[in-house]
C-alpha cells in the first residue's frame, strides 16, 4: 500500500513513462535523518528508496540512492524487488527517469547514477 504523503498538485508534474513507471518525492527523508525520500509507482510494484548527492558541491555531482525497493516510507518495511530480475528491469527505470529529467530532482547537474545499499556499500554504479 503506498501512503498518501504527497499532495496531488505535486504528483501531477511528474512524469510517467509510456510503460507506466512515475517517480515521485514524498517530500520528506525516507528516515528520520536520512537521505529524502522518493516513492516509485510501477505497473507491477509500489516501492521507495532514498536520495542524495555526492559530492556537496563543486562540479557533476552523482545521484546515491539507498534503501532502494523498499515497501514503506516508516519504520516496518522489507524489500518489495526480491529477483534480480526485478531490481534490474526497476534500476534501469530509475535512473532513466532521474537523468531524463534531472531539474525535477536536483538543482545541481548530474551525470551518474549510483545504487548503495543501506550499510553504504555500491551495489552498481551506471
Request: with cysteine; aromatic share 14%; net charge neutral.
Given at each position: ?19 507506466g ?89 548530474f ?10 556499500r ?5
Amino acid at each position: 500500500m503506498i501512503p498518501s504523503v504527497v499532495d496531488d498538485a505535486d504528483v501531477a508534474g511528474w512524469p510517467v513513462t509510456p510503460d507506466g513507471w512515475k517517480v515521485v518525492s514524498i517530500n520528506r527523508s525516507l528516515f528520520p535523518g536520512g537521505s529524502r525520500g522518493f516513492r516509485v509507482s510501477s505497473p507491477d510494484a509500489a516501492f521507495f528508496f532514498g536520495l542524495h548527492f555526492e559530492p556537496a558541491s563543486g562540479g557533476p555531482c552523482r545521484a546515491v540512492i539507498t534503501s532502494f525497493g523498499i515497501s514503506s516510507a516508516g519504520s516496518t518495511w522489507h524489500y518489495v524487488l526480491i529477483t534480480p530480475e526485478a531490481m534490474g528491469v526497476a534500476q534501469a527505470r530509475v535512473r532513466d527517469l532521474l537523468l531524463t529529467y534531472p531539474r525535477r530532482f536536483h538543482y545541481r547537474w548530474f551525470d551518474a547514477v549510483e545504487f548503495r545499499r543501506g550499510d553504504g556499500r555500491i551495489v552498481e554504479i551506471f
